[in-house]
């Protein structure tokens, strides 16, 4: 089952920072947070992970609460082909499965 | 990250009828392969994990003879939905895992409609 909660939508200024947050208050030492993205009608897109460093790619920046209860997924400057719908998930880094939960739909508005 | 291919993209089939779903890795083995179902507006469902040279481990709720999963290479695994009816019609996505495990990739999926 999935061990994360996410807000059911949000909305981003084209250029702005988009936040997106996700509460896994259940989370154990082992498990490492993962994000992925599914635009309309295709498979889901790995975006990044971490296990309780911040970390940072070409595609976004992770923010983890030193708690790791909670965690957040930073686009820097959301495009409109960032308009998806976000999910992040909990799993311990060893072939175990992903369970997805709602996830968040993001908007980036014109 | 790793190339994930499924075949067919969209299928359309006659109640009743079987149909097979095809989820290559292109470029790396893959030892482990799941497979998912995604109906309109909801999230993915996983249905089965399935490792190379073993049986497939299916999901509480998931009909193992009516969804057959075949791994039999470190490079394909293929679902068959066996005398499909209209509400298996879906979305279905696999997605594979290699020898680390860490990062899981996932195919384009596969549109099945049962008519």
């Known amino acids: 089952d999935a061990k994360t909660t996410q807000p059911p939508s949000m909305d981003c200024a084209e250029g702005r920072a988009a936040n997106l947050p996700c509460n896994h208050s259940?989370?154990?030492?082992?498990?490492?947070v993962y994000w992925y993205r599914q635009i309309h009608s295709q498979g889901p897109q790995y975006i990044i992970h971490g296990l309780k460093n911040n970390e940072t790619n070409e595609m976004a920046s992770l923010i983890i609460t030193e708690d790791r209860k909670s965690s957040t997924l930073i686009l820097p400057h959301a495009t409109l082909r960032d308009t998806a719908v976000y999910y992040c998930?909990?799993?311990?880094?060893?072939?175990?499965?992903?369970?997805f939960g709602t996830g968040t739909s993001l908007t980036v508005i014109p | 990250g790793a190339v994930v291919s499924q075949h067919p993209s969209r299928v359309i089939c006659k109640s009743g009828t079987s149909v097979k779903i095809e989820c290559r890795s292109l470029?790396?083995?893959?030892?482990?392969m799941f497979w998912y179902r995604q109906f309109p507006k909801q999230s993915l469902m996983l249905m089965a994990t399935s490792n190379e040279g073993s049986k497939a481990t299916y999901e509480q709720g998931v009909e193992k003879d009516k969804f057959l999963i075949n791994h039999a290479s470190l490079t394909l695994s293929t679902l068959t939905v066996t005398s499909a009816h209209p509400e298996d019609s879906s979305f279905y996505i696999c997605s594979v895992a290699g020898y680390s495990g860490n990062t899981i990739y996932f195919g384009e999926g596969s549109w099945l409609t049962v008519v």
């Open positions: 470029d790396f083995q893959a030892t482990t």
């Open positions: 259940t989370i154990s030492g082992n498990e490492y």
């Open positions: 998930i909990v799993r311990e880094n060893t072939g175990n499965q992903f369970y």
